[in-house]
């Protein structure tokens, strides 16, 4: 069956970098537009960034373009967050999502904590 597992999430910072990491399973993954998504105490689940399938490839929410990059690596099966000059408000658990066509699969999720 589909399976994303998302790692790398912890404590960072202000103004730090993190890295984190989802890898897919049970899908052609080269086939799956991938997609970050993260949600914070009390809030709804917001859009991050998404690595497609088309050009062009990567797409990001306004809060974050110019801090975080999505990557994609086919023959890994993994997708990347890249995220710098992180900042408190950027505390949230982060999902990693697989969409083809009406098909969409979520992560569980990991934790970035941004606090000094």
């Known amino acids: 069956q589909v399976q994303l597992v998302e790692s790398g999430g912890g404590l960072v910072q202000p103004g730090g970098s993190l890295r984190i990491s989802c890898q897919g399973s049970g899908f052609i993954f080269s086939s799956y537009v991938m997609s970050w998504y993260r949600?914070?105490?009390?809030?709804?689940?917001?859009?991050?960034?998404?690595?497609?399938?088309?050009?062009?490839?990567?797409?990001?929410?306004?809060?974050?373009?110019?801090?975080?990059?999505?990557?994609?690596?086919?023959?890994?099966?993994?997708?990347?967050?890249?995220?710098?000059?992180?900042?408190?408000?950027?505390?949230?658990?982060?999902?990693?999502?697989?969409?083809f066509g009406k098909y969409k699969y979520w992560g569980q999720g990991t934790q970035v904590t941004v606090s000094s």
């Open 39 to 99: 949600q914070a105490p009390g809030k709804e689940r917001e859009f991050v960034a998404v690595s497609s399938t088309a050009i062009p490839r990567t797409n990001y929410a306004e809060f974050a373009k110019g801090r975080f990059t999505v990557s994609r690596d086919n023959a890994k099966r993994t997708v990347h967050l890249q995220m710098n000059s992180l900042k408190p408000e950027d505390t949230a658990v982060y999902f990693c999502s697989a969409g």
